[in-house]
């Protein structure tokens, strides 16, 4: 099979589609003068086979049944039923085909059993025949003025937001698998797509050009021609190979010429590079030594043109320029339309141009080579600089587009290396025209990369947007992961210029691609898509507006060929850091030679095959998926196509909706029609009538949804489409993907014949409540009225039948009469019976309908009314309801409805009496949200219309009715004897909460309020309480009963205690206002601010009223404290402190209560109090409150007693009451502190250790126990507690000694400094030291002997029985070691003639009393001198680490102190000669290192003779770093250079010469130098350290 190359890559497999495509893309593929040959070998492109087939079908869908430009498109059935059959048996694999959920579970509408509006039970059975206030109403009428009626089938509906409606299958997403192979192809995203081989519906289709690849990569192939090393492309297929061999292919891959043999060229290497002229018939080849050989491709027996390169010899005096011989020729091209101009490049940087004189043949021809870019090898920096190694990495010469340029003659060449871009001009004499370097975006980690790749202008085909013109040049160039898009343009001047004079280039850059790696190819597919190859072989196809990505495809496994030709030169640029921070790990090898794309096709030199791509259009990938079968997902596709969410560009559609609207609807309605035959069966030469699976069937009718809803087209839906369905006995499948379209209110206008279809298919199925959802989104000029409108009511959809009153035919009252034909019965019989629970449940809409009609908006759907209809509505439902007597309806053949039976007279307003006997409390409510609309304001000058009279009594009257007279006919109507309490209460309620909203609309008689106010405050229920009494608050704000005492105790009684609090307040009772606070059991917490705000100081209030507010504290003590004792306390103590004690003694029975009261205001934890910690609480000062909060804490907080009362001053307690406390609750530290503050010194001593007897005791005692009880565990942690306790209350000892230690010291007197003799008594302090260290050594040596002691036998047996003596031991030892420590420090320092010999002496003569044998103190006695020997160890340890520390820190202040001052420069400030350093000039360096050797040796010296002579004194010179001026001077031994080179350096550090320096001063300043540059005095002179 073949193809003319002159067509688009995508014309194969098009059928008329190829002439939709734009004149832009037609003719400017055609940018060359050569057209393509004729053909192409069947391998270029599969599938057009395949679309013939498929025309075949086309032409019977058109000629069948004589239709008149009827389209169609089928598929081949063999195909269809090969794909079906891999599919049934990858679904009997593991894979189940996707079941469509039940149509009950599946509708948008509310099952039958779901509440149709706010608040109603169910309407498929019935719970309950009363409740609340509503005799007949199955609806609950609590809080019936909160609510807002909503309707299953508004947008806000309760029950449509709890249950809402399942996704029908059809709108899932894309279609199963079952059904085609490719539906999800449009869902795969780019990184997502797999590794197709060659797909028929994929961008690039790929083709493996067999007779080529046969000819080179075989055994034969390689041995005649070598192996192939690049290929390019135009009229042929060239190819050049390893032995200097250059094949020529036509496109039917027949090999034409082969050019080489015989000739100079197989000497000179491998063809490294290849380049056609513009008309097709020259070819050039570059060589890997250097050569270049330009051939005709009519005379290939011989080369054309010869360029060799410059021998080494020619290189040291080179007249003339050309390439480096063994260099290789990477990069070929030709300048313009010329076979004799023509450019090279080569992997040393270097590029030339070459052109050759006019002459007879080639001996004639002389070529002239000049150099455009880079350096000879021999040639050197002029800098001297080491010079960076180049290559060209891509090379591109501008081609001719199809019009003339003034750029055509110039010669453009564009070049990258590795540092930059460059184009240069190379005719008439080589010129750069642009340099751009590397942009700084390249990723730090990407291969090192450079590829180009020109576009020509080419003149664009005129459209209705643009004019006739061409398009700019462009330039697509990478380097790394970097692409950018350069646009040429040249520059117009206003002044007339030479014709001669090349133009002015204009160089901008357009757009960037940062792609995620190296890039390593760029090619044109055409001049809106770019062909790019990454480092990993991926290609990537690039829209040329922004750059965006469209498709990208793994062409690793084509393998395609590659060389490394710049690394080894290129070595030093790896893994080091370049200009722009990048730093690359590799450079990547060249594919330039091996991607080509020429004419929208892309040729691929593989490794074992060559290979062409060609980028096929949108027809060809929908006829694609129509020939394997996935007519679903062609037009699904095609439906992308449609709305512009593919790649338009890409695939060969305009951007433009207009012109790509037409071209794809008409490919799209082919295919869904003949789709639509084949699944149904309607193809003739289809070997079997079959239909396809229901779940087929539902996935091509979802996208015949979504087709012709994007096109607009519902014609087809409902003509064709419909029919199939409906001869297919498949109804029902359209039907169900026609539901979800019509709520959401995609399709509201719908035949005749298929909404018919629908009431049939649904009452069949018994779901009237999806087709009422339906019925109440459709357009009702569609709907037959009475057929409707019938059937509603024999299934009971009177949703749906208000909807088609109301919307079809205007009329509102007829649903009225209807609903309320429901409720005569049940008021009738006085009861609900089981018969009439159904109606009742329908009955409920009417109150929904009332609101919505009422308020302006469309019933059930919610949507708002126009204002003409709106008010229309509403005026002949206000005639309905309160014109007072009955009506007929409709006015022209109809006839009265009547409430009564057997021709029983009709009560005055007989419509409004039904409806408040049925609900009282859901019609006002409906009522209530009508009060707000402005209807009601009553205008008088527009009740007839603007004017117009022949509008109907019910719009007059219905005009007229307002608010007023609303409450006036309820007023009337709802008296006590025709309504029971349970619906007067509503009428009530209804009343007081709209006359504050509306005053100016609604006035009433004193009475009649009062009579309200009466009636709330009689609630029937409990469950309206609060409902009543928020009315009574909102009437209350607009009338003022004047006997307004007189109803307080109907407010009390109802329990109205916001009322009454306003009341109170509003007339300043506030000890009412209280009362009523304390009584208010559901916001006690309330109480707190009232009282706040009525005993606050700058309060209202009079004396006398505080008093009384206090009174009601006082009787109400008990309850405020058990609402909050806490707060209730800081209450009380803000603002009545005199009433701490009632308070007190209300809840005496309570202690906890009290211990929290006292706590908060003796010690606030918030407050003023809490930050000013020298303010006590005037609360103090009550020594009762004081003393009952320490015995309250005693048991409530035991350890937080001893800190309290250690913060008390002396006076704030009596001991003797609060003593016992503590005694009782163990709290003996809090005791010996308030004994000791008494200057009970000795007794509390001997509370003391009293209380450590006792602990001794109880640590005996459970030693003793911990033998016979089992519960070893608890045994120790009784013991460790107790140890801790006798270690705690020791410390307390310690205090008290020590602070009987200081008041002696304070009391002591002068008196002789005599030494104290050993037979001298003991004085009161040495007295308590000898109590309490006798004590605690006695204990000790109890307790230590005790745990020491040898258990029995039979408890030796069993170890781990035992408690942990060492631990206890443990404790025991340093409960001993601190009272020494205490005692040892405390003497020491004490000023007191109180010592530690003295006490030792006693404590152990004590001792010997006690016991004749020191045996038994020797283990406290060693415990006591380890301690002290530690201790020791301890101290002298931490004064050698203080010595050496200290010692560091003064050498390193010794060494700062002996750093000098380096200069900030080296020359001198005023001469400007160079002062030190190597150059120096005067002598200053070789002086400065004599110095630096004379000091050297000196040091040396004296080291010397400190060593020899160690007792002796040896004077040295002070040296610091203070303020004292010092001088560096070079020691002068007479010499004149010597004296010059003395310096003076400041701290500023700035240098002079001593001469320079002394020029400059003043002479007052002679002899205190001073820096002449910022004045500083500091100078290091001399004796200082020579200068750093």
Known sequence: MSLTPDESSAAPARDSAGDDLEGEEQEEVEFGDYAMPDTLDDAVVAGAGEADRTLEYLQEARGEEG????????????????????????????????????????????????????????????????????????????????????????????????????????????????????????????????DRSSAPWDVVRWTKLKKITGQLFTEAGRRSFGTPTCITVSATIALGTSKGIILIFDYSQNLKSIIGPGTKAIECG??????????HTTIAGGHANGHIFTWELAKPSRPFLKIPPLASYQMEDRKEDGHVEGVSVLHLGFLGNRHTALVS???????????????????????????????????????????????????????????????????????????????????????????????????????????????PAVKLKPTAST????????????????????????????????????????????????????????????????????????????????????????????????????SEHLASLVNRMDEEGSVHPHVADAFYNSFRAYKGRLFLLCSQEVSVGALSNWADRLLAMMEIGDFIGAIRLATTYYVGKSNSLTIGLPEDPTVRHPMVEEKLLEMMSASLRYAFGKNQSAPRKEVLGKGQLQDLATACFDACLSMDRTDFLFDEAFEFFEQGASVGIFLETLEPHILDQQI??????????????????????????????????????????????????????????????NDYITPMIDLLALLVPIIQNGMLENGDTMHAVNALKLFPYLSYTLTGRVYPTGEALSEPEASNAKAQLYYFLFLGQKITWPKQGGKPFLTKRNAEPEPSFPYLRLILQFDAASFLSALNEAFEDSFLNGAPDTLLNGGKTDVGEEQVFGRSVNRQYVVSILLEVMNPTDFPPQDTIYLDMFIARNLPKFPQFVLLSGSSLHRVLVGLCNPPGDDIADDCQLSVEYLL??????????????????????????????????????????????????????????????????????????????????????????????????????????????????????????????????????????????????????????????????????????????????????????????????????????????????????????????????????????????????????????????????????????????????????????????????????????????????????????????????????????????????????????????????????????????????????????????????????????????????????????????????????????????????????????????????????????????????????????????????????????????????????????????????????KCLEGLQQPSQQEELICVVCGSEQFAGPGQSNLV
């Open 345 to 455: 490049a080569d992997d040393r940087g270097m590029a030339f141009s070459h052109l050759a004189t006019r002459g007879l043949g080639a001996v004639g021809r002389a070529v002239k080579t000049a150099r455009i870019l880079g350096r000879y090898p021999v040639d050197t920096e002029p800098t001297g600089r080491p010079r960076k190694p180049s290559s060209v990495l891509g090379l591109s010469v501008l081609p001719l587009g199809n019009s003339p340029e003034r750029t055509d003659s110039m010669g453009l060449v564009a070049m990258l290396t590795p540092y930059l871009l460059v184009i240069v001009s190379a005719t008439p004499v080589a010129q750069t025209q642009h340099k751009a370097v590397r942009p700084k975006e390249i990723a730090s980690e990407s291969a090192l990369t450079g590829c180009l790749a020109w576009y």
């Open 1037 to 1554: 704000t607009v009338y003022r009963p004047p006997d307004i005492d007189g109803l307080v105790e109907l407010f009390a009684s109802a329990g109205f205690f916001r009322v009454l609090k306003s009341i109170f307040r509003t007339e300043k009772q506030y000890a009412k206002l209280l009362r009523i606070y304390f009584e208010d059991e559901e916001a006690l917490e309330a109480v707190f601010d009232c009282i706040a705000d009525c005993l606050r100081p700058k309060s209202n209030l009079t004396e006398k009223q505080r008093k009384e507010v206090k009174g009601v504290i006082e009787q109400n003590a008990r309850k405020l404290v058990r609402i909050g004792d806490a707060r209730a306390a800081r209450i009380i103590n803000t603002y009545a402190p005199d009433l701490h004690n009632v308070m007190l003694v209300a809840v005496e029975d309570s202690p906890d209560e009290q211990f929290s009261y006292l706590r908060t205001i003796l010690e606030p934890s918030d407050g003023q109090e809490q930050h000013d910690i020298n303010r006590r609480p005037a609360i103090m000062q009550n020594t009762g409150f004081v003393e009952a909060y320490v015995r309250l804490m005693c048991d409530f907080d035991p350890e937080h007693v001893s800190d309290y009362v250690g913060g008390l001053q002396s006076g704030d307690l009596r001991l003797e009451k609060v003593l016992p406390a503590m005694e009782s609750s163990g709290v003996m530290d809090a005791a010996v502190v308030l004994m000791a503050r008494e200057g009970q010194i000795r007794q509390a001593m001997d509370r003391l250790l009293s209380h450590l007897g006792t602990l001794e005791a109880a640590y005996i005692a459970v030693l003793e126990a911990s033998s016979s009880v089992g519960d070893l565990e608890a045994s120790q942690k009784a013991a460790t507690e107790t140890l801790e306790s006798l270690q705690k209350y020791s410390k307390v000892g310690i205090w008290l000694c020590k602070g009987q230690m200081m008041s002696g010291k304070r009391l002591q007197r002068p008196q002789n400094h005599n030494r104290r003799l050993e037979k001298d008594p003991l004085n009161k302090e040495e007295l308590l030291w000898l109590d309490l260290v006798d004590a605690v050594v006695r204990i000790a040596k109890n307790c230590i002997s005790l745990t020491n002691q040898p258990k029995p036998a039979s408890a030796s047996t069993e170890p781990e029985k035992r408690l942990d003596t060492q631990k206890l031991l443990a404790h025991l030892r340093k409960f001993v070691q601190d009272t020494f420590s205490s005692l040892l420090t405390a003497t020491s320092s004490s000023p007191l003639q109180i010592s530690f010999l003295h006490i030792l002496r006693e404590f152990l003569s004590r001792a010997s009393m006690a016991s004749p044998s020191l045996a038994d103190l020797r283990n406290v006695l060693t415990d006591i001198f380890e301690t002290y020997l530690y201790e020791a160890q301890l101290l002298s340890l931490a004064n050698k680490l203080l010595d050496k520390d200290l010692f560091v820190h003064v050498d390193s202040a010794a060494r700062l102190r002996q750093r000098g001052w380096k200069p900030a420069g080296q020359s001198c400030e005023a001469c400007g000669q160079r002062v030190w350093g190597p150059g120096a000039a005067g002598g200053i360096y070789s002086a400065w290192e004599k110095t630096r050797l004379e000091n050297q040796r000196r040091l040396e010296k004296l080291r010397e003779e400190r060593r020899m002579e160690a007792d002796a004194s040896v004077s040295a010179v002070a040296r610091g770093k203070g303020k004292a001026s010092v001088e560096i001077t070079e020691p002068a031994e007479g010499e004149q250079d010597a004296q010059s080179a003395v310096l003076v350096l400041f701290c500023c550090r700035h240098v002079f010469h001593r």
């Open 67 to 194: 239709r008149e430009e009827a389209v169609g498109l089928s598929t081949n059935g063999s195909a269809f039923r090969k794909f079906k059959a891999m599919e049934e048996a990858h679904e009997a694999g593991g894979r189940s085909p996707t079941n469509r959920a039940p149509s009950s579970a599946g509708s948008y509408s509310t099952p039958d059993d779901t509440p149709s509006l706010h608040g109603s039970v169910t309407s498929s059975s019935f719970v309950g025949s009363v409740l609340g206030g509503s005799r007949f109403s199955p609806s609950p009428s609590l809080r019936p003025f909160d609510r807002r009626f909503q309707s299953r089938l508004s947008p806000s509906s309760p029950s449509q937001a709890s249950t809402p409606r399942a996704l029908s299958p059809s709108l899932l997403g894309v279609h199963s698998r079952n059904s085609s192979v490719a539906s999800k192809f449009e869902d795969v995203g780019i990184e997502g797509l797999d």
């Open 467 to 566: 004019p006739p013109g061409s398009s700019k040049a462009r330039l697509a160039y990478a380097w790394s992961n970097v692409l950018t898009l350069l646009e040429l343009s040249t520059v117009e001047h206003e002044s007339p210029e030479d014709p001669n004079r090349p133009p002015a280039l204009e160089f901008r850059p357009r757009s960037r691609y940062r792609c995620e790696e190296a890039i390593v190819a760029v090619q044109w597919f055409s001049r809106q898509i770019i062909g790019v190859l990454t480092v990993t072989q991926r290609l990537i196809i690039l829209e040329d507006v922004a750059l965006r990505v469209t498709e990208t495809f793994d062409l690793m496994p084509k393998r395609i060929l590659h060389r490394d030709v710049f």
């Open 270 to 279: 491998p063809i490294t590079a290849l380049a056609v002229s513009a008309d």
């Open 748 to 809: 509201s206008f719908i035949p005749p014949i298929v909404v018919k279809a629908l009431i049939i298919q649904f009452t069949h199925l018994e779901q009237e409540s999806r087709l009422e959802e339906m019925i109440c989104h459709m357009d009702t000029r569609t709907l037959d009225i009475d057929q409707v409108t019938t059937l509603c009511k024999q299934h009971q959809l009177y949703d749906a039948m208000i909807y088609v009153w109301n919307r079809a035919l």
